[in-house]
């Protein structure tokens, strides 16, 4: 069987432009953001549906995404961080951190691809509010 795309980053094949990474989960920039800073926060383990997550892994998660949206909105300048559970398209449980402006913001048919310098500066933004 082939490995899915997630668990395949969590390997590091490709390298992604990472914002956080622990024992627990891996945070990273979509390389087809909906608005720029767009971040996937995925659990290294591979686990296809969020409610199947054990309580600690589920609640962690969570905690872990909204310490990265606070460090996003300083970085970006958003207004606030929309939030998307997703594990359909790719079946590897992972929520979507969106800065957000307007209530329109959070439509996955804004996405396109960044560029590589694109996904830099806002890693770069987002490394140096998290020191």
């Known amino acids: 069987m082939k490995k899915c795309q997630f668990c395949n980053i969590v390997q590091k094949k ?7 990474e622990d024992d627990i989960c891996l945070a990273f920039l979509d390389k087809n953001p909906i608005r720029n800073g767009h971040i996937l926060l995925i659990p290294k ?3 296809p549906y969020i409610f199947n997550l054990e309580d600690k892994i589920f609640f962690y998660l969570f905690a872990k995404a909204r310490e990265l949206s606070s460090y996003l909105e300083k970085a970006i300048g958003a207004k606030r961080i929309g939030l998307v559970v997703s594990g359909v398209s790719i079946p ?3 929520i979507h951190l969106v800065p957000v402006y ?12 960044a560029t ?16």
């Not at 490709?14 to 956080?20: A, C, M």
């Not at 590589?116 to 020191?131: F, G, H």
């Open 14 to 20: 490709p390298l992604p432009f990472v914002i956080y």
């Open 45 to 47: 383990k591979h686990h």
């Open 92 to 94: 590897h449980t992972h």
């Open 102 to 113: 307007r209530q329109k913001d959070l439509n996955p048919n804004l996405s396109k691809p």
């Open 116 to 131: 590589t310098a694109e996904l830099l500066l806002v890693q770069n933004l987002i490394s140096k509010v998290m020191k």
